[in-house]
């Protein structure tokens, strides 16, 4: 007989599969257990090691012993026409069929039931992600491929929750590192936590392949990481393992989950790149913790939270200086800062300028540096440089873009950018386009692109875009607040008043959202239901650009003439930063006021002793106010020089813009119809006015039926069609001012 059969005949091989079988049971069952009891990693090693010694030992003692009838013998003792070997292997065979179909049992579950076995994801959330399942999954054509999900805070302390989300964040950030690896984006792969999605409706959403996810069990100073990397699309667990350390060794655990993830995504197919990963650049635990609760205040964006952010950022610099990550980390969130209003463009430069040098110092190429310094040279929220320059900066940085992809800020910025300044929409969409195809779920994306959509008149795909901004963002104000722009544009206006009402609840910190209430309610001239609003833009940013517009346009809606061109006159000399527009109204409303008192000479003369440059109209000032005064000083000349002069003076100032590359001759915009005005054609200027200025709903434009700018405009206001319509817009306006002081007196507005 040979070797092979023998091994059959006393069932050594029966004994070796069914001890295999049972010591895979055997090691899931420990692995849970262990998990719950919070047992050292080192129980579980001494059991695998336990089982695979004991797997030779099993195999040596079927192989010498045998069952009898009368008890266990060695096999040289037995009789074989006495053997029962044949019935002994019947009964291994019916354990094994049972001991399989126990396993099969625990596979269906893990796969169609439980999902992912041991995933430590939360079930408990009450909102989910909506996915939408027509989306392609773009992770079978883009390669390897996937996302991190939040880590889940096993510990009993929930306010190290930062912890685990700051592990997946820096996680995320390693292996963004690697370049033949798609990453899902931050925003995207936390809209996940605490959902009850599957794995593989995440992947779907989120265009990856494989799905990373985790737990971390914090417990004093020793930390318990839970890492497994599935395969989405049959829920195959392609690697898992579980960490034990000291938190001093939190380092090296980010970087052996990273580098065990990039060779199990299988490093070939990444070019065998894994050796670029890199951690966060500190040793020092506290640094880091702090650095890693920054983070998690930094993702609320609230003003509130933007404040605790800066804090915990200095700290961890106070204890790592060369902390790099803390250090860009607080320039974003100067950037933030300045986006929402809390600090000027000149204050988030001398924030950021210091901190932009000093990482260049540490590294001379970083390009979120440049980035940062190109914001900063772009000026966050004014133009304040000559356009052909700002072309040039946002080239730029739409190339840097694709070097640092998840810097959403920036990328909202310079899509704004492109299809507001340089009125070149398509191109803000594209921006926007790219940053959702590594970030689809980033609602911030969603809802600029909304707004380019809006300021394009595409209704139908702005609302969509601004609806799924809101729907993934629930808890921010800005999409509230783009919900309310969307309205007016429907010319719903009590409706887009309630959603900035909601945007207040949501964020009442922030003045501004305030202040487009109060703006609204002194343009429909409600100068008691302003008040209440302009109270609370004035206790929470008393020297803002914005609290002084407010002011202005309170002195507007109580006709106090005098008090208003004294507001505007000091906003113009101290050339007031133009947050929601503060410059420009300031200078709207002051030439206005000159126009309708005939002393359109005192205005002249007053915009010229601020800026004496705007004066030569063959050279156009390099910022947006000395632009802005040079354009409406020329209008103030029509009650003292000839209309030939002011003619040549606008000939030259349309000259110089556009040799500046200033994106003024789109048809919609205003200067079109100073344009046709001064070329004498005033039709053209009248039809003009009609259809891009009249034709606005007047819930977007509360200030429309009102005679600005008279005197310049008396031949369009004279022209028949103007002013049937002009009567109709007061009409309108009219019941819109009952209809929103009814709406005044509803209990949510009165509580």
Same mark, same amino acid.
Do not use: C
């Given at each position: 007989?040979?070797?092979?059969?023998?091994?059959?005949?006393?069932?050594?091989?029966?004994?070796?599969?069914?001890?295999?079988?049972?010591?895979?049971?055997?090691?899931? $069952?420990?692995?849970?257990?262990?998990?719950?009891?919070?047992?050292?990693?080192?129980?579980?090693?001494?059991?695998?090691? =336990?089982?695979?010694?004991?797997?030779?030992?099993?195999? &040596?003692?079927?192989?010498?012993?045998?069952?009898?009838?009368?008890?266990? #013998?060695?096999?040289?003792?037995?009789?074989? +026409?006495?053997?029962?070997?044949?019935?002994?292997?019947? /009964?291994?065979?019916?354990?094994?069929?049972?001991?399989?179909?126990?396993?099969?049992?625990?596979?269906?579950?893990?796969?169609?039931?439980?999902?992912?076995?041991?995933?430590?994801?939360?079930?408990?959330?009450?909102?989910?992600?909506?996915? @939408? #399942?027509?989306?392609?999954?773009?992770?079978?054509?883009?390669?390897?491929?996937?996302?991190?999900?939040?880590?889940?805070?096993?510990?009993?302390?929930?306010?190290?929750? %930062? $912890?685990?989300?700051?592990?997946?964040?820096?996680?995320?950030?390693?292996?963004?590192?690697?370049?033949?690896?798609?990453?899902?984006?931050?925003?995207?792969?936390?809209?996940?936590?605490?959902?009850?999605?599957?794995?593989?409706?995440?992947?779907?959403?989120?265009?990856?392949?494989?799905?990373?996810?985790?737990?971390?069990?914090?417990?004093?100073?020793?930390?318990?990481?839970?890492?497994?990397?599935?395969?989405?699309?049959?829920?195959?667990?392609?690697?898992?393992?579980?960490?034990?350390? +000291?938190?001093?060794?939190?380092?090296? &655990?980010?970087?052996?989950?990273?580098?065990?993830?990039?060779?199990?995504?299988?490093?070939?197919?990444?070019?065998?790149?894994?050796?670029?990963?890199?951690?966060?650049?500190?040793?020092?635990?506290?640094?880091?913790?702090?650095?890693?609760?920054?983070?998690?205040?930094?993702?609320?964006?609230?003003?509130?939270?933007?404040?605790?952010?800066?804090?915990?950022?200095?700290?961890?610099?106070?204890?790592?200086?060369?902390?790099?990550?803390?250090?860009?980390?607080?320039?974003?969130? %100067?950037?933030?800062?300045?986006?929402?209003?809390?600090? +000027?463009?000149?204050?988030?430069?001398?924030?950021?300028?210091?901190?932009?040098?000093?990482?260049?110092?540490?590294?001379?190429?970083?390009?979120?540096?440049?980035?940062?310094?190109?914001?900063?040279?772009?000026?966050?929220?004014?133009?304040?440089?000559?356009?052909?320059?700002?072309?040039?900066?946002?080239?730029?940085?739409?190339?840097?873009?694709?070097?640092?992809?998840?810097? +959403?800020?920036?990328?909202?910025?310079?899509?704004?950018?492109?299809?507001?300044?340089?009125?070149?929409?398509?191109?803000?969409?594209?921006?926007?386009?790219?940053?959702?195809?590594?970030?689809?779920?980033?609602?911030?994306?969603?809802?600029? =692109?909304?707004?380019?959509?809006?300021?394009?008149?595409?209704?139908?795909?702005?609302?969509?875009?601004?609806?799924?901004?809101?729907?993934?963002?629930?808890?921010?104000?800005?999409?509230? @607040?783009?919900?309310?722009?969307?309205?007016?544009?429907? @010319?719903?206006?009590?409706?887009?008043?309630?959603?900035?009402?909601?945007?207040?609840?949501?964020?009442?910190?922030?003045?501004?959202?305030?202040?487009?209430?109060?703006?609204?309610?002194?343009?429909?001239?409600?100068?008691?239901?302003?008040?209440?609003? %302009?109270?609370?833009?004035?206790?929470?940013?008393?020297?803002?650009?914005?609290?002084?517009?407010?002011?202005?346009?309170?002195?507007?809606?109580?006709?106090?003439?005098?008090?208003?061109?004294?507001?505007?006159?000091?906003?113009?000399?101290?050339?007031?930063?133009?947050?929601?527009?503060?410059?420009?109204?300031?200078?709207?409303?002051?030439?206005?006021?000159?126009?309708?008192?005939?002393?359109?000479?005192?205005?002249?003369?007053?915009?010229?002793?601020?800026?004496?440059?705007?004066?030569? %109209?063959?050279?156009?000032?390099?910022?947006?106010?000395?632009?802005?005064?040079?354009?409406?000083?020329?209008?103030?000349?029509?009650?003292?020089?000839?209309?030939?002069?002011?003619?040549?003076?606008?000939?030259?100032?349309?000259?110089?813009?556009?040799?500046?590359?200033?994106?003024?001759?789109?048809?919609?915009?205003?200067?079109?119809?100073?344009?046709?005005?001064?070329?004498?054609?005033?039709?053209?200027?009248?039809?003009?006015?009609?259809?891009?200025?009249?034709?606005?709903?007047?819930?977007?434009?509360?200030?429309?039926?009102?005679?600005?700018?008279?005197?310049?405009?008396?031949?369009?206001?004279?022209?028949?069609?103007?002013?049937?319509?002009?009567? /109709?817009?007061?009409?309108?306006?009219?019941?819109?001012?009952?209809?929103?002081?009814?709406? =005044?007196?509803?209990?949510?507005?009165?509580?």
């Amino acid at each position: 007989m040979s070797f092979f059969e023998e091994l059959k005949r006393r069932n050594v091989i029966r004994v070796g599969i069914a001890y295999v079988i049972i010591a895979w049971l055997i090691l899931q $069952f420990s692995d849970v257990v262990l998990n719950n009891i919070e047992a050292p990693g080192w129980v579980f090693q001494v059991i695998m090691l =336990m089982l695979g010694l004991g797997f030779p030992m099993v195999l &040596i003692f079927a192989w010498a012993f045998e069952m009898t009838p009368e008890g266990l #013998k060695k096999e040289k003792d037995v009789d074989r +026409t006495q053997s029962i070997t044949p019935q002994t292997g019947r /009964k291994l065979d019916r354990m094994i069929i049972g001991i399989m179909a126990v396993v099969i049992t625990f596979l269906v579950l893990d796969r169609f039931v439980l999902k992912t076995g041991d995933e430590p994801r939360d079930h408990s959330a009450d909102t989910q992600v909506v996915v @939408n #399942k027509d989306e392609p999954e773009a992770a079978a054509e883009a390669g390897p491929s996937v996302a991190v999900l939040p880590f889940v805070n096993m510990s009993e302390d929930a306010s190290n929750e %930062y $912890f685990s989300d700051g592990l997946t964040e820096t996680l995320l950030h390693m292996l963004a590192q690697l370049p033949d690896l798609h990453v899902a984006a931050r925003t995207s792969s936390f809209a996940f936590k605490g959902q009850n999605s599957s794995i593989e409706e995440i992947a779907t959403a989120l265009g990856v392949a494989h799905i990373l996810e985790g737990s971390v069990q914090k417990s004093g100073e020793r930390v318990r990481i839970t890492a497994q990397l599935i395969r989405a699309d049959d829920g195959f667990h392609v690697w898992s393992q579980n960490y034990d350390r +000291t938190l001093e060794d939190i380092f090296a &655990i980010q970087d052996e989950i990273a580098t065990d993830v990039a060779g199990a995504l299988d490093s070939s197919l990444l070019g065998g790149s894994t050796a670029a990963i890199h951690s966060v650049e500190t040793t020092n635990l506290t640094a880091f913790e702090s650095y890693l609760k920054g983070l998690e205040q930094q993702a609320i964006f609230s003003y509130g939270s933007l404040a605790v952010a800066e804090s915990h950022f200095k700290q961890a610099l106070a204890r790592d200086p060369a902390f790099t990550d803390a250090r860009m980390a607080l320039a974003r969130n %100067y950037l933030l800062k300045n986006g929402t209003g809390l600090i +000027t463009d000149e204050q988030a430069r001398e924030q950021i300028e210091p901190l932009i040098r000093q990482a260049r110092e540490q590294d001379p190429d970083s390009r979120l540096a440049r980035a940062f310094e190109l914001m900063i040279k772009m000026g966050v929220n004014s133009s304040n440089i000559e356009a052909l320059e700002h072309k040039s900066i946002l080239e730029e940085l739409r190339g840097l873009l694709a070097l640092v992809p998840t810097e +959403t800020y920036i990328r909202m910025r310079v899509a704004g950018r492109l299809s507001g300044f340089l009125d070149d929409k398509q191109a803000g969409i594209e921006v926007l386009q790219a940053g959702l195809l590594i970030d689809p779920l980033a609602a911030d994306l969603h809802g600029q =692109m909304g707004e380019i959509y809006l300021a394009d008149q595409r209704i139908d795909e702005a609302r969509e875009e601004i609806e799924r901004a809101q729907q993934l963002a629930p808890d921010n104000p800005n999409h509230y @607040n783009l919900l309310s722009e969307l309205e007016k544009e429907n @010319n719903n206006l009590p409706a887009a008043l309630d959603w900035t009402r909601r945007a207040i609840e949501v964020d009442p910190q922030d003045h501004e959202l305030a202040a487009v209430l109060a703006q609204d309610l002194y343009a429909l001239e409600l100068p008691e239901e302003g008040d209440r609003w %302009y109270a609370r833009v004035k206790a929470l940013a008393p020297d803002s650009p914005v609290t002084r517009r407010v002011e202005l346009n309170q002195a507007m809606a109580r006709k106090d003439y005098a008090q208003a061109k004294r507001l505007a006159g000091a906003m113009i000399s101290e050339q007031v930063g133009n947050r929601q527009g503060s410059f420009f109204v300031a200078v709207i409303i002051y030439a206005d006021l000159m126009f309708k008192a005939g002393t359109e000479k005192e205005g002249y003369d007053f915009f010229v002793s601020v800026r004496p440059e705007i004066t030569n %109209y063959e050279v156009l000032p390099s910022d947006f106010k000395g632009r802005l005064m040079q354009w409406i000083s020329i209008g103030l000349m029509t009650g003292f020089e000839s209309f030939e002069f002011r003619k040549q003076a606008w000939l030259k100032h349309a000259a110089a813009l556009d040799a500046r590359g200033v994106p003024w001759r789109q048809p919609e915009r205003a200067a079109t119809t100073w344009d046709n005005i001064m070329k004498g054609d005033i039709d053209s200027a009248a039809e003009h006015y009609l259809e891009h200025r009249l034709s606005q709903p007047m819930a977007s434009n509360l200030n429309m039926h009102k005679r600005g700018f008279e005197p310049f405009l008396r031949e369009v206001f004279a022209d028949p069609r103007v002013a049937a319509r002009l009567a /109709k817009k007061d009409t309108e306006f009219a019941q819109l001012r009952r209809t929103v002081s009814e709406l =005044m007196l509803e209990p949510e507005w009165t509580q």
